[in-house]
């Protein structure tokens, strides 16, 4: 299967600590988007990438976010001093240049931070 | 994006026709309509999408009305396995929003046997 992957699957941490999150996508798909989705809620936009460039960061990505796409293939998201509040699930789509809305997702870095 | 809205909870026999009704009546000319569903405790999957027609695959058929502020998922025998979260989305697909994707709160549906 050569679907979006992510890893880990899962990650604990405690409060303060740094964490990064990967995600390879789909092969030929040169559009990469990061998601955040916590507990009873959709997923929200976080940031997307058209190859290398990262070309939109939503405001819930504060400077404590940082993400990157060296290459143009898989890309990380790492955060920085976790909160409480950054347990979520990240997920991680992609998609080719034409149907950029036709995304991939996958299965998600699910964090818990204590 | 234009907003979506959608019932937030349905039931559905299996075997039987689901119908997800969602409303988006401030779509503008060159926004799509997505549909997506996330079965627990994984990532969402994209199902199909539209613009003004009428769409069918092999997973579902999107009936958008003549005036496109409302569309209807139809999943033409219902699985145990559909049971999930549906969202509707309206996005111009590219455009000034690189497609990125606006979720609400989606529809519970739950297949029951």
């Known amino acids: 299967d050569t679907g979006v992957s992510q890893n880990p699957r899962h990650k604990i941490t405690k409060r303060g600590q740094n964490v990064t999150f990967r995600c390879d996508p789909i092969?030929?798909?040169?559009?990469l988007y990061w998601y955040r989705q916590t507990l009873g809620q959709g997923p929200e936009f976080l940031t997307y990438f058209q190859n290398e460039a990262q070309l939109e960061k939503s405001r819930l990505l504060s400077d404590r976010f940082s993400a990157e796409r060296p290459k143009g293939s898989f890309s990380t998201l790492e955060i920085q001093r976790t909160e409480q509040g950054d347990s979520a699930m990240y997920l991680c789509?992609?998609?080719?240049?034409?149907?950029?809305?036709?995304?991939?997702f996958g299965p998600g870095t699910r964090l818990l931070v204590l | 994006d234009a907003k979506t809205t959608q019932p937030p909870s349905m039931d559905c026999a299996e075997g039987r026709a689901a119908n997800l009704p969602c409303n988006h009546s401030t779509i503008s000319g060159n926004e799509y309509v997505y549909w997506y569903r996330q079965i627990h405790s994984q990532g969402p999957q994209y199902i199909i999408h539209?613009?003004?027609n009428n769409e069918t695959n092999e997973m579902a058929s999107l009936i958008i009305t003549e005036d496109r502020k409302s569309s209807t998922l139809i999943l033409p025998h219902a699985t145990l396995r559909d049971t999930a979260v549906y969202y509707c989305i309206v996005s111009d697909a590219g455009g000034t929003s690189y497609g990125k994707l606006t979720f609400g709160q989606g529809t519970i549906l739950t297949v029951h046997p």
């Open positions: 092969s030929e798909h040169n559009r």
């Open positions: 539209g613009l003004k």
């Open positions: 789509a992609s998609s080719m240049f034409r149907g950029p809305g036709t995304q991939y």
